[in-house]
Each structure stands twice: as structure tokens, then as C-alpha cells.
């Protein structure tokens, strides 16, 4: 199965859905291939439960980006959690964006973010990333082990995580990884994955970072890759589209 979840970022007005219902139509038209892919896309929440109703039992899932740290309810003006998220119908939560992590997410809130996520039934996306300098000095693994080690633990299901490999170098600027490197990145991070989680569920590791259509096809090959997150490109169903075909033909 792959994966090719929009993240929307600061974007969308109700009006939007028709970007949604064009991904929708086509993705229950493509017969040949839609069977090995789920489409996920994460609108603000401003968003999520009227997309969330009207893509009900259709071809497209709802997810949201980031939330609160803390369960449940509580005095926090402006926080939205978990539970809050899951009760307007999205499926799927990003929690640890590099966007949320400059802006201040640490290693324990993302920690609470991920545990309250899967508490409440949402599936999770689990953002990890090295920036610039850490790719410079040759610290890219043992950043993105840390990262990982310091939010999930053996005792979370793997079944509802993914885990979304987006160099912070990458995300926004045209800039992608050369393909050998992103292959070892991935198996490293697999394999990270499977000392926490032993035999649990093989785990789903994702890419992102200025995928688009042109440059999709040279994800093909690289197997180990489950599916892609993708920002600016999601934007524009056509751009969207044609990922998952020219991925595909
Ligand atoms: C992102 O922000 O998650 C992302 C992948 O962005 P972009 O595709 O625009 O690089």
C-alpha cells in the first residue's frame, strides 16, 4: 500500500472542496491502480469536519495538522486536542511537523501528542527531519534516531503510525535527496523502527519535502518508500493528480 497524504498547511476556505472533489473523482476513476494507494489530505481545522462529512465513505481521508498536548478538555484558549479532532471525523493527525517544532514543540509535547492521538483512534503521522547543518555534519542519523527514540516507545501500536521522513532542507524548496541517499535514510529509519517495536507491524515510512509531479518518478524505484507527503503540491488538484499518475505510469 502507498500513501500520499496532502498537508495543506495555512490554506483552504470551505469553497476549496471542489480542489478535493476533482482528487476524489479521479482517484475513484483510476481502477487499475487505486486499489494500492490511500489518499489522505489534511486541511486547517477550520476545515476538517465539513470535508470530513462530505468525503464520508468516499475515496479521499481526512486528517488534521498537529494539536494541542494535553487530553481531552481544559483551560487553554485556542488548543485543540485530540479527542477534540477525532469528534469532527478526521482519521489521520501530522504531529511533529518541522513547521510545529520551530515553533516550539518539544520532544515530551510531541511525546503527549502522539500517545493522546492514538488514545483518541486517530492514525498518526510522525514528522521527523534534519536540518541543513545536521546533513552538513554527518549527523543526519543520529538526529533522526533521537528524534524518534524521544517520542515513540515499544508500548504504542505501530499499526496506527507512519512515520514521514522530510529533510527540513527540503520541505518547500525544490531541493530533493539524491535517490541513494534517500534509500539509506529509509532503511535506517526502518530499521530503527523495528528495534522499538520488534515484531509488530511492518513499520510504513513516508517521504516528504517538495515532491511534485515532475520529479515523482524518480521515487519510483525506491521501494522501500511507502508513500509520500506532500505540501505545496496539494494545493492544485492537477499537480496532486498527476503524482499518483505519473507515479504510476
Ligand atoms: C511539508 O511541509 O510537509 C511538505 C512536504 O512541503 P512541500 O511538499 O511543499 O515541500
Not at 511492518?202 to 517521504?207: A, M, N, Q, R
Request: net charge positive; hydrophobic share 35%; glycine share 6%.
Amino acid at each position: 500500500m502507498r500513501y500520499f497524504i496532502g498537508n495543506w498547511k495555512m490554506f483552504g476556505v470551505p469553497k476549496s472542496i471542489s480542489i478535493l472533489d476533482k482528487i476524489n473523482k479521479f482517484v475513484k476513476s483510476d481502477k487499475k491502480f487505486n486499489k494500492k494507494y490511500k489518499v489522505v489530505i489534511t486541511p486547517p481545522h477550520t476545515l476538517v469536519q465539513s470535508y470530513a462529512k462530505f468525503f464520508l465513505n468516499k475515496k479521499i481521508l481526512i486528517g488534521a495538522q498537529n494539536c494541542f498536548y494535553k487530553d481531552n478538555f481544559g483551560a487553554n484558549t485556542g488548543a485543540i486536542s485530540p479527542l477534540m479532532i477525532k469528534s469532527i471525523g478526521a482519521q489521520y493527525i501530522i504531529v511533529g511537523h518541522s513547521d510545529n517544532r520551530s515553533e516550539g514543540d518539544t520532544d515530551v509535547m510531541l511525546k503527549a501528542k502522539v500517545e493522546s492521538s492514538l488514545n483518541n483512534k486517530l492514525k498518526v503521522v510522525f514528522c521527523i527531519g534534519e536540518n541543513k547543518e545536521h546533513k552538513i555534519k554527518n549527523k543526519t542519523f543520529e538526529v533522526l534516531e533521537n528524534q524518534i527514540q524521544s517520542t515513540l516507545n515499544e508500548k504504542l501500536n505501530l499499526k496506527n503510525i507512519i512515520v514521514a521522513y522530510e529533510p527540513i532542507w527540503s520541505i518547500g524548496t525544490g531541493q530533493i535527496p539524491e535517490p541513494d541517499d534517500l534509500l539509506k535514510t529509509t532503511i535506517f529509519i526502518k530499521k530503527v523502527l523495528k528495534k522499538i517495536f520488534k515484531k509488530q507491524k511492518s513499520p510504513i515510512v513516508l517521504y516528504g519535502g517538495s515532491v511534485d509531479s515532475k520529479n515523482i518518478s524518480q521515487f519510483k524505484k525506491l521501494n522501500e518508500i511507502d508513500g509520500f507527503l506532500i505540501g505545496g503540491a496539494s494545493k492544485s488538484d492537477q499537480n496532486f493528480i498527476d503524482i499518483i499518475k505519473n507515479y504510476y505510469r
